[in-house]
């Protein structure tokens, strides 16, 4: 299958700083990645949808400027966590598909995930 | 936007027992539902789906029926075992490029060996 790789896997950061994740699409080009929220016990939440060249789509009740996503490439997409505070803790994990005029089925291909801790 | 109900949260099965979890969904214009395993400290990765052409999918112990008209869909797995342990995860929403599925709240699905 696909592959979708995320990096890091773990960071810790204090208070007020930024964290930068990456993902990237390794064997094909994504023009869509999403990005998710997961926290423990619960369920995949749909933060975003990253689109290449163009503004980002967010979810209901995510905050833009909190939660900044650039799609500069047909394979990566990077989520920044500004001024990130303890509540920013989450396992955040992202997700593309190939397209059908690469052999894509619709099947989701998921990240490794990013533990994010906030000191 | 879509909504997406699963049960139950949790369930405990003896090994060779069949599991059955159950997912309602929203919005009729969803065509695409898949569901994803997901094990602890792992990514979710697809184990089935289905389109909404087809009423019911099987892939070996695994299969997948779905009921457009009354807007739900399940998964079943015949005789679990230990491996199958893990949180499932079922989705409704679209299988184009850009559009996007809404998961259910998952099922921890547990077998006793």
């Known amino acids: 299958g696909a592959v979708v790789s995320q990096h890091p896997s773990w960071v810790i950061c204090k208070s007020g700083t930024s964290v930068k994740i990456e993902c990237r699409s390794l064997?094909?080009?994504?023009?869509?990645m999403f990005w998710y929220r997961q926290f423990p016990k619960q369920s995949l939440m749909l933060m975003a949808t990253s689109n290449e060249g163009s503004k980002a789509t967010y979810e209901q009740g995510v905050e833009k400027d909190k939660f900044l996503i650039n799609h500069a490439s047909l394979t990566l997409s990077t989520l920044t966590v500004t001024s990130a505070h303890p509540e920013d803790s989450s396992f955040y994990i992202c997700?593309?598909?190939?397209?059908?005029?690469?052999?894509?089925?619709?099947?989701?291909?998921f990240g490794e995930g990013s533990r994010l801790t906030v000191l | 936007g879509e909504n997406v109900e699963q049960h139950p949260s949790t369930l405990s099965v003896q090994e060779g027992d069949s599991a059955v979890i159950k997912c309602t969904y929203s919005?009729?214009?969803?065509?695409?539902f898949p569901w994803y395993k997901q094990e602890l400290g792992k990514r979710p990765q697809l184990i089935i789906d289905i389109r909404s052409n087809v009423g019911e999918k099987k892939d070996q112990r695994i299969a997948v029926t779905l009921n457009k008209t009354a807007k739900h869909f399940s998964l079943h797995i015949t005789e679990t075992q230990p491996e199958d342990s893990a949180v499932y995860f079922c989705a409704a929403g679209d299988s184009g490029g850009y559009q996007k599925v809404t998961f259910g709240t998952g099922t921890k699905l547990q077998v006793i060996p």
């Open positions: 919005d009729s214009a969803s065509n695409y």
């Open positions: 997700s593309a598909r190939p397209p059908f005029s690469s052999g894509g089925t619709g099947e989701l291909f």
């Open positions: 064997d094909f080009q994504a023009t869509t």
